[in-house]
């Protein structure tokens, strides 16, 4: 988005003036306040986004590469009649891989594919599993990989250098400034375009830069005219990715937690409710019982349960915490149309004690949760994938031309080297006392819900009345 006045009132093109007083219905007294956050944001959140976009145009490249690398764990070579039992599986990974308790379990979605064992293990990262991948005609463990939820160590690498930079907790303020910034910068720079559009009267031409301009005027119409196209993704990225953040996170839970944008879960207690369609227990002893996970009997039997309820892969298999407790098996079916039905089956019976049904979760949560598989690039695979590249190349090429405004913006004259001169200070001092509040607690606000977005902007506000205070004190000086 634009980050400079109308040419004609251009700082860099004329003498300093106070900002004009607030006139007319359309007060435009906001203008030359949001122009300046515009700039100082962009100048220096623009880093930060930077990264962001560049980490995210390589996480939305990976997906193919990933499945390639990890063909051989992922796959089988040949495709059977029949699977053997998971409780058979199950020795077959605990006569490769003892350690550890299972979490879960990934029966095959497809013929050709493996089943997945994960397996939770102290020697990995905190969230990371090993997880053991088995021919499921075979019973062969094809390989151990570490894991991170549904991702292979390939994508795991490049969605934490998106989400960290691997630099754990502390890498995570990075994108979360970023995310918390994104919006800000996206809706000021439209109000900017908008109005410069309006003045010039090329309103229609809002998403068309000005090819026959030159300089600056050419890099400012490229500049709010990729921001147009942008701007949706741009605030849908934002919004998702705060979901995600470290401290803006909690916040957003609690407002998910009061709108009932909470997705609900199954109650695992076997006593939770009465129960439904029984069926008969089949492979209740099974092997997993003499290697020592007596939590994982009827592992078979939820599967079966499962299917008889209309479950399909992929699937996901949670074994019970303790005797009272029941096998959770939930759809994780993320791409379009999507499928996140849950049970709750008792090993012992095979009864489905607890059930909910995606198509029972609240429209808020539904809509959330396609928000968040969309940034992930997965609700609509390839064109979501292709969609994010888009997105993020038209950031990187927006930011790149916001920092090349700026530079188009400084003194041609004196010093050897200069940058270009922020928007004129004092736009809030001049606003009415009206939009003075609305500003103000809109800011506290905000600043409440995303913290690092409070305290970064408070930072903006106390380094400009610092260099304001030394420039008067140097201006007294020198008079």
Do not use: C
């Amino acid at each position: 988005m634009t980050t400079t006045p109308d040419d004609r009132t251009d700082p860099s093109n004329s003498p300093p003036t106070a900002p004009t007083p607030p006139h007319g219905p359309n007060r435009p007294d906001i203008r030359p306040l949001l122009l300046r956050l515009h700039f100082y944001a962009g100048v220096f959140i623009g880093p930060f986004i930077l990264i962001a976009a560049v980490t995210g145009l390589l996480y939305a490249l990976i997906p193919q590469v990933d499945d390639m690398v990890f063909r051989h764990e992922l796959t089988v070579d040949r495709v059977g009649e029949t699977q053997l039992p998971l409780a058979a599986q199950l020795s077959a990974v605990r006569a490769v891989h003892p350690e550890g308790a299972v979490e879960s379990i990934r029966p095959p979605a497809e013929a050709n594919e493996t089943t997945q064992f994960a397996l939770a293990v102290d020697d990995v990262p905190p969230d990371y599993s090993r997880t053991v991948f088995v021919d499921p005609y075979t019973g062969e463990v094809r390989g151990a990989l570490t894991t991170y939820g549904q991702w292979m160590p390939l994508r795991a690498w490049f969605d934490e250098l998106h989400r960290n930079l691997h630099l754990g907790a502390v890498g995570r303020n990075y994108s979360e400034i970023a995310a918390s910034w994104l919006w800000v910068i996206a809706l000021s720079g439209l109000v900017l375009w908008v109005g410069r559009r309006a003045r010039t009267g090329r309103l229609r031409r809002l998403a068309t830069p000005d090819r026959a301009a030159t300089g600056r005027r050419r890099t400012m119409s490229w500049h709010g005219a990729v921001g147009v196209w942008i701007l949706v993704a741009l605030l849908g990225l934002s919004l998702t990715g705060i979901t995600w953040s470290r401290y803006g996170g909690q916040s957003v839970d609690q407002i998910r937690a009061h709108l009932n944008m909470t997705a609900p879960t199954v109650d695992t207690a076997l006593a939770a409710a009465p129960g439904a369609d029984p069926m008969p227990a089949e492979h209740h002893h099974d092997a997993a019982m003499a290697m020592g996970d007596k939590t994982l009997r009827g592992a078979d039997v939820a599967l079966a349960a499962a299917q008889k309820a209309g479950l399909s892969g992929p699937m996901w298999m949670y074994p019970p915490a303790g005797a009272d407790q029941g096998w959770k098996v939930t759809e994780k079916k993320r791409d379009w149309p999507t499928r996140y039905d849950a049970i709750t089956v008792d090993p012992d019976t095979g009864r489905i004690v607890d059930r909910v049904d995606f198509a029972d979760w609240p429209v808020l949560a539904k809509m959330t949760n396609w928000a968040i598989d969309a940034h992930m690039g997965v609700l609509f695979g390839v064109v979501n994938q292709a969609v994010l590249a888009l997105v993020a190349i038209g950031l990187i090429f927006g930011i790149v031309l916001g920092y090349r405004m700026w530079w188009q913006r400084r003194p041609t004259r004196g010093r050897s080297w200069a940058t270009g001169r922020p928007p004129l200070r004092g736009a809030l001092r001049q606003s009415s006392p009206a939009t003075m509040l609305v500003v103000l607690a809109v800011a506290v606000g905000v600043g409440w819900l995303l913290p690092l977005f409070g305290l970064s902007l408070l930072a903006f506000l106390l380094v400009d009345v610092g260099v304001a205070a030394i420039k008067e004190r140097t201006t007294v000086t020198r008079s």
